[in-house]
């Protein structure tokens, strides 16, 4: 969850816990005055309220334990992908550090071999420059 997504969570847990408390300060005074006149269809009406705000703060703890198993979730599977990376870079640096073990010692040319390449190195310096063969 982004941060201002949490932040917006939490702000909305904060409103939503306050409506509630707020609800059932009401409810009680209003079955306190109900309970006086005894007004039976009021305490009724308050009763299923009390029920109502049951429903809603239960509603609201589902929504939490829902963001909960969520973000652990998500956290599992950046966790796991974390993981796959550094194994990827280490087998990378391992592989990069032991092909410069076996780079970094010349390669031995026989001496054929160096002549055979300078003689054609010459003939092509020479075509590019222009000069024929003279000793063929």
Known sequence: MSTSGHTNMKAFQRRLDAKLAKARVQ??????????????TEI???????????????????LEDAVS?????VQNRIWAANIKLDTSLKQL??????????????????KTHSRTHLAKASRTRDR???RDEIDS
């Open 44 to 62: 009724a009406a308050l009763q299923a309220a009390r029920k109502l705000i049951e429903q809603i703060d239960h509603k609201r703890q589902d």
């Open 27 to 40: 409810t009680h005074e209003l079955e306190a005055r109900a309970r006086e006149k005894k007004a039976q």
């Open 69 to 73: 198993r969520k973000v652990d979730e």
């Open 93 to 110: 640096a391992s592989k990069l550090k032991s092909e410069s073990k076996t780079r970094s010692q010349p390669r031995r040319r026989s």
């Open 128 to 130: 590019l420059l222009g």
